[in-house]
């Protein structure tokens, strides 16, 4: 089991920066990539940024070039940096670990998601 502990929202204005940060623990030897998504009300949860093991990043292009996400594997940490906050970022954020599947002997464990509680940025003047 991996468990997710997000940190770091809050209320800032247009253009002003953030940076969220996500406590992994538990089995995260496992886990392939940690993302961050994010959910506004009204709308469906989306992607926002990945980071695989090998540290690798993706992102959405409504964040490329203002958000950066990293990893700090000696504590366990996952950051999203967040600059040039607009509006519209305004959402629940959400860190995400997933494994992919695997066979232990002949037992098949497929993919797996874990999910933190997520934290609320808020951008507001």
């Known amino acids: 089991q991996v468990q997710l502990v997000e940190s770091g929202g809050g209320l800032v204005q247009p253009g002003g920066s953030l940076r969220l940060s996500c406590a992994a623990s538990?089995?995260?030897?496992?886990?392939?990539?940690f993302g961050w998504y994010r959910q506004a009300p009204g709308k469906e949860r989306e992607l926002v940024a990945v980071?695989?093991?090998?540290?690798?990043?993706n992102y959405a292009d409504y964040v490329k070039g203002r958000f950066t996400i990293s990893r700090d594997d000696t504590k366990s940490l996952v950051y999203l940096q967040m600059n040039s906050l607009k509006p519209e970022d305004t959402a629940v954020y959400c860190c995400?670990?997933?494994?992919?599947?695997?066979?232990?002997?002949?037992?098949?464990?497929?993919?797996?998601?874990?999910w933190g509680q997520g934290t609320q940025v808020t951008v507001s003047s």
């Open positions: 980071i695989t093991s090998g540290g690798s990043t």
């Open positions: 995400n670990a997933q494994r992919s599947a695997y066979y232990s002997g002949k037992t098949y464990y497929p993919q797996k998601n874990y």
């Open positions: 538990g089995t995260i030897f496992s886990i392939d990539a």
